[in-house]
């Protein structure tokens, strides 16, 4: 471990701010959001001229585009509540009724996921000794390890056949994450809870449906009218956050009970005292303001790995591409060797991502799996990803148009011994009240879970500054610290 030198508190300790949140990503822009509404004086701080962080959305030549987030899966009230009152809901744009359908890459070709539990098991997706497999997930006991990976849980409860065809190529796409090296606990909480408690995953997932306790949150699929940045600019216009974009945190130095935090911008360098801190931003740059205040807490938030990755739009002539594109779009399994991670079929999903007669195919490369992918230049990133589609979707034409965006720190990968590295930053934490670490590496990389962890941070900065949270929320929905995203 590093040296565990902690700076002292030093005297001189007026309040500008309730609270100064660091990072205007949705990390940020949604904590700032449940403080305000909560009556908590707010300011917050983004390095960009710009906020929203990773999520951006492109609108030119008549295709919508989004360099991160593509859309939200919600089951969570936090996040239910949170649109209806910020008037997000009225711009809310439902994925289009005949995307339901998701594709795997089976030997070369789309197979359709079938989503009935029945229907499932019939699919052409299994072998007879894989399908049996499952059904004995049952009879299965109790197992595993402190530090089980994902691979190690699914093929022990499921089967390999399960892990290698499905489980696997959702935890390389939409987690860029690895199976073999990400932890079970960690990536997949639910599943895991599931074990524990019930002794088998069918068994939970029976209770849970005869309790009826996924039915009060159905899941739905949505973004927005223009885009994810929708949310971002509702957020970001949230009267009582004073936002500040072009400031950048540059130095953080706790006193009697606030803390100081300085930045620099185009003013120049400028200092807040706040009663609480939330740093809204990547591992790398949290560890960075933190190295003066607790070297041990920066070296466990520099030791968190993120994947690099890749995006890739494709605007095609609809006529060209022979498939009915009748779904989601796809996910690829590692065993079919095949360069892209996912295929996202943006224009089926949500109407207005193309100009009529046109399509808008977003891939996904790099991850855990390939993270070479990312230093492939433009044309080799675009050459792959076509060259790929092609037998898939029967792809007779050429692109219209062609956009690509890197992101080296795209997503934190839960490997390792992620929540004991969770515990010991919480352990960390705790003798430095007013400090919160609200970002992507902790509680859940989805749009979802950071509204969700937001909520839980201002119910606790709430309580500490002596108001009591207005929260509406059930306590079962709260987000457990390290779930990735299931
Ligand atoms: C390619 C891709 C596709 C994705 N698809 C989906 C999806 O379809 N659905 C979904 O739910 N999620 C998706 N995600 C995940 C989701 O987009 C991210 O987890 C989320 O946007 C991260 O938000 P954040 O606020 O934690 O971090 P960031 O977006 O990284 O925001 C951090 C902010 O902090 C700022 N900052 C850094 N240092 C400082 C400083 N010193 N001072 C001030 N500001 C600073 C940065 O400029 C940045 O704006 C995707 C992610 C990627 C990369």
Redesign the pocket.
């Known amino acids: 471990m590093i040296g565990t030198a902690r700076t002292q508190r030093v005297p001189g300790d007026a309040a500008d701010v309730d609270v100064l949140v660091?990072?205007?990503?949705?990390?940020?822009l949604a904590t700032a959001w449940w403080l305000q509404r909560e009556g908590i004086t707010v300011e917050l701080?983004?390095?960009?001229a710009r906020?929203?962080?990773?999520?951006r959305t492109d609108a030119a030549g008549g295709y919508v585009s989004e360099?991160?987030?593509?859309?939200?899966?919600n089951f969570r009230p936090e996040v239910t509540q949170l649109l209806a009152e910020s008037g997000l809901d009225a711009a809310k744009a439902p994925r289009s009724a005949g995307a339901a359908r998701r594709y795997l890459v089976e030997q070369g070709r789309l197979v359709a996921v079938p989503t009935a539990m029945g229907a499932m098991l019939g699919s052409p997706l299994w072998s007879a000794r894989g399908r049996l497999r499952v059904l004995l997930e049952p009879f299965v006991p109790r197992g595993g390890h402190a530090g089980e990976t994902v691979s190690e849980f699914v093929s022990r409860r499921l089967g390999r056949e399960l892990l290698e065809k499905a489980m696997e190529p959702f935890i390389a796409g939409?987690l860029a994450s690895d199976p073999d090296r990400a932890e079970a606990r960690a990536t997949l909480p639910r599943l895991k809870a599931l074990e524990q408690r019930y002794g088998s995953i069918a068994a939970g997932v029976l209770v849970h449906k005869l309790l009826g306790r996924r039915t009060a949150h159905p899941t739905e699929t949505f973004s927005f009218e223009g885009g994810m940045a929708t949310l971002i600019r509702v957020l970001a216009a949230t009267p009582g956050v004073r936002l500040r974009a072009g400031?950048?945190?540059?130095g953080l130095e706790p006193r009697a009970s606030t803390w100081r935090v300085t930045?620099c911008g185009a003013q120049g360098e400028c200092a807040v005292s706040a009663r609480h801190v939330v740093l809204?931003?990547?591992a790398s740059?949290a560890a960075q303001?933190l190295v003066p205040v607790d070297r041990e807490l920066a070296g466990l938030l520099r030791g968190i790995e993120y994947a690099p990755?890749v995006?890739v739009h494709l605007g095609l002539p609809r006529p060209a591409i022979e498939h009915p594109l009748d779904g989601a779009g796809f996910l690829v399994p590692r065993r079919e060797g095949l360069p892209l991670n996912g295929n996202l079929w943006m224009s089926s999903l949500f109407p207005g991502r193309a100009p009529e007669g046109y399509a808008l195919l977003t891939s996904?490369l790099g991850g855990a799996r390939r993270p070479q992918a990312f230093d492939w230049d433009e044309e080799r990133a675009i050459s792959t990803v076509l060259a790929t589609l092609k037998p898939l979707l029967n792809i007779g034409g050429t692109p219209a148009i062609a956009r690509i965006h890197r992101?080296r720190y795209?997503?934190p990968l839960y490997h390792g011994d992620y929540l004991g590295r969770l515990a010991a930053i919480d352990a960390r934490l705790s003798p430095l009240p007013g400090l919160h670490l609200v970002?992507?590496y902790r509680g859940g990389?989805?749009?979802?879970d950071?509204i969700a962890c937001g909520r839980a941070a201002a119910g606790s900065i709430a309580t500490a500054l002596g108001k009591r949270p207005s929260a509406t929320v059930d306590a079962q929905s709260s987000p457990a610290l390290g779930a990735a995203t299931a």
């Open positions: 660091v990072g205007g990503g949705i990390s940020g701080w983004e390095r960009d906020p929203g962080g990773k999520i360099r991160a987030a593509a859309l939200m899966m939409p400031r950048a945190a540059t930045g809204g931003v990547p740059a303001l990755l995006v996904y992101h795209a997503l970002a992507n990389v989805s749009v979802r950071r």
